[in-house]
Nanobody, 124 residues
Framework: QVQLVESGGGLVQAGGSLRLSCAAS????????TGWFRQAPGKEREFVASITWLSGSTNYANSVKGRFTISRDNAERTVYLQMTSLKPEDTAVYYC?????????????????WGQGTQVTVSS
């Protein structure tokens, strides 16, 4: 089993920055891919970014390209999401997810493990 724990959410003004962390424990393997998803009130959960543990290859949703950066620390088994130039529409619960296949994916159905989520609120 793999456990994922997110942290770093909070309240920030528009234009500000936050860094989310996702710490993996249990049987998390270095071959996994990790993604960030978010769900705003009344909306479906959507893909934000993903990264492969081995090569560090990344994918981003168009809505966050140029503003968010996903990275990983293999030794700490932690994935980060650096969010800058935040907008009110970025307000959501952000979830970390891991995919045992090791390849990036935009589809939440292809992720095997999920964290509990962390709230990000951007005020205008």
């Amino acid at each position: 089993q793999v456990q994922l724990v997110e942290s770093g959410g909070g309240l920030v003004q528009a234009g500000g920055s936050l860094r989310l962390s996702c710490a993996a424990s249990g049987r998390a393997r270095s071959s996994y891919a990790t993604g960030w998803f978010r769900q705003a009130p009344g909306k479906e959960r959507e893909f934000v970014a993903s990264i492969t543990w081995l090569s560090g290859s990344t994918n981003y949703a168009n809505s966050v390209k140029g503003r968010f950066t996903i990275s990983r620390d293999n030794a700490e088994r932690t994935v980060y999401l650096q969010m800058t130039s935040l907008k009110p529409e970025d307000t959501a619960v952000y979830y970390c997810a891991a995919r045992s296949s090791g390849l990036n994916s935009y589809s939440q159905r292809e992720y095997d493990y999920w964290g509990q989520g962390t709230q990000v609120t951007v005020s205008s």
